[in-house]
């Protein structure tokens, strides 16, 4: 990461969990760690085994609803209904 952004192991684990979440877009994780698309992927790369990698990353690719511009206006929330509460997450306190 260019940017030389220094996070957490906690900090880490909650990016990529936001990152496999369907409904989470890669803007929330820009605002809630300043990482962008490009570093989330950096990231994902150095942080999981190949395999799984190539997976999140074949499921990520041209999915709209992890991208905010391309997501359809009645979503309105950046995680499942029946997803647990996360006390961590500052974006879903809003």
């Given at each position: ?16 969990e936001m990152a496999w979440e369907d409904r ?7 605002s809630q760690f300043g990482l962008k698309e ?10 999981m085994k190949s395999s799984s990698f190539k ?40």
């Open positions: 990461m260019k940017n030389k952004i220094s996070l957490t192991e906690e900090q880490i684990d909650r990016v990529i989470t877009p890669f803007d929330a994780i820009l490009q570093d989330v992927i950096r990231l994902m790369r150095r942080e997976m999140w990353r074949a499921r990520v690719q041209g999915r709209s609803t992890k991208h905010s511009k391309n997501r359809s206006e009645d979503v309105e929330r950046f995680r499942c209904s029946r997803q647990r509460n996360i006390s961590n997450n500052k974006i879903s306190k809003k």
